[in-house]
């Protein structure tokens, strides 16, 4: 249940925060994607730089596809653009024709320029993402479809990933299922058999899953998630911990803002979505806690920085463009389901430094951060295999929502 102690001023606030993320949403980041991203004959380039070139020839991701598709259904169920409507059913037949394996199940990780397989391994995480998109094309517009792909990937992810021994889910797979050796999902990441990113997406894809389809076993496995949250992810200070081996044992003390803050309010939606009064009872009481250990990434302008290695280590203090997205929506709902004014306050000042230096006011979307010294990254891509609509606009509609 939301909070009720809000102010006339606070409420004041949100509504004109609202108003700029429409804005922000419907004139800067899907007219980018709609404009930049569609190949003249069809599907998607994969990747346009920081300098704002166009690589025809680069591969083309399944999370960024997936996430396409979910953003682009999600606004369409907001704002009823047909112009929406008809983007995500583009990445959705995208989907569907060239990524999803009609032979062995689940999507692949990557394919070419023309739609022919690339990577072929079963990555849990880019799985996670296309049930998301899936299920809320079929929560927007109620497509069949796009339900019936959705449900053959979750069974996907339980016959194959899910660990019947020890819970959880395992990372990645070859093309026929059979374990694979490197099962990380970028450069970035440790080898380990289960990660926390993983187990947040795909708590993130069955809530969304959840919504339209009310299966006894999908009820199961999401409290199972938010379960493992609570009782393996989470370390008493409030930080999420990453990477773990097959038992759940962590030998990695770095810590993850953007994933501390995006995973407070995420575990909140799952258990407010799965509608168990006493798990979500105990969540609500950890919500603040995680969001809280989160908010020391927090930087004297108003931006979260992106990671620490262990408490006291050296810190990355670039601020990535997702880190700051999923800030406001953590710290917003804070104040809007506990009343705490902080968190509005919190909100409303990263937003404005996100406006200050974020946002691509020349050319549209948002650069991938910026660097320590102030200066805008753009060597890292502006769009492409990890740089989606998802995030930035996923916060738009958030707070649209929730102001409504």
Not at 21 to 37: A, D, F, T
Not at 104 to 128: C, E, H, M, R
Not at 342 to 350: F, I, R, S, V
Request: net charge negative.
């Amino acid at each position: 249940m939301k909070s009720t102690d809000k102010t006339s001023a606070e409420l004041l606030a949100a509504q004109a925060l609202s108003r700029q993320m429409k804005k922000e949403l419907q004139e800067n980041i899907l007219p980018y994607w709609m404009k930049s991203m569609c190949r003249p004959e069809g599907g998607f380039y994969g990747r346009i730089s920081g300098m704002e070139e166009t690589d025809a020839e680069a591969p083309v991701g399944g999370i960024m596809t997936a996430r396409m598709l979910w953003t682009f259904a999600s606004a369409y169920r907001l704002l009823g653009n047909e112009e929406y409507l008809e983007m995500a059913r583009k990445a959705m037949d995208f989907i569907l024709t060239h990524f999803y394996d009609s032979v062995f199940g689940g999507t692949y990780w990557s394919v070419n320029p023309d739609g022919s397989p690339l990577d072929t391994k079963k990555q849990i995480y880019a799985i996670a993402f296309t049930i998301y998109g899936l299920a809320e094309l079929n929560r927007a517009t109620g497509d069949a479809k796009a339900l019936e792909y959705a449900i053959k990937l979750f069974n996907d992810i339980e016959d194959h990933s899910f660990d019947t021994e020890k819970d959880g889910y395992f990372e990645a797979f070859t093309r026929e299922w059979a374990q694979i050796e490197d099962m990380r999902l970028s450069d970035k990441d440790a080898n380990e058999s289960k990660t926390m990113n993983t187990h947040l997406h795909v708590l993130e894809a069955y809530t969304c899953l959840y919504r339209v389809w009310k299966n006894p076993l999908l009820e199961k496995r999401l409290k199972g998630l938010i379960e493992i949250f609570g009782k393996h992810i989470l370390a008493e200070d409030g930080h999420l911990k990453l990477f773990f081996d097959d038992d759940w044992n962590c030998r990695y003390d770095t810590l993850s803002y953007g994933h501390d803050i995006e995973a407070s309010w995420l575990i909140h939606e799952a258990a407010l979505v799965l509608g168990d009064a006493e798990v979500l009872e105990r969540m609500e009481a950890l919500v603040p806690h995680i969001a809280d250990a989160a908010c020391e990434g927090f930087t004297p302008e108003g931006g979260m920085i992106y990671e620490r290695h262990g408490k006291d280590g050296e810190a990355d203090m670039d601020r990535h463009w997702w880190v700051q997205a999923e800030t406001v929506v953590g710290c917003f709902n804070l104040w809007d389901h506990f009343g705490m004014s902080e968190g509005l306050e919190n909100a409303l000042m990263c937003w404005e430094f996100i406006k200050s230096g974020i946002i691509d006011k020349e050319n549209g979307e948002w650069f991938w951060s910026l660097r320590s010294d102030g200066t805008v990254n753009r060597e890292d891509d502006k769009a492409g295999f990890w740089k989606c609509p998802y995030h930035n606009g996923r916060m738009c509609m958030e707070i649209i929502e929730r102001c409504r």
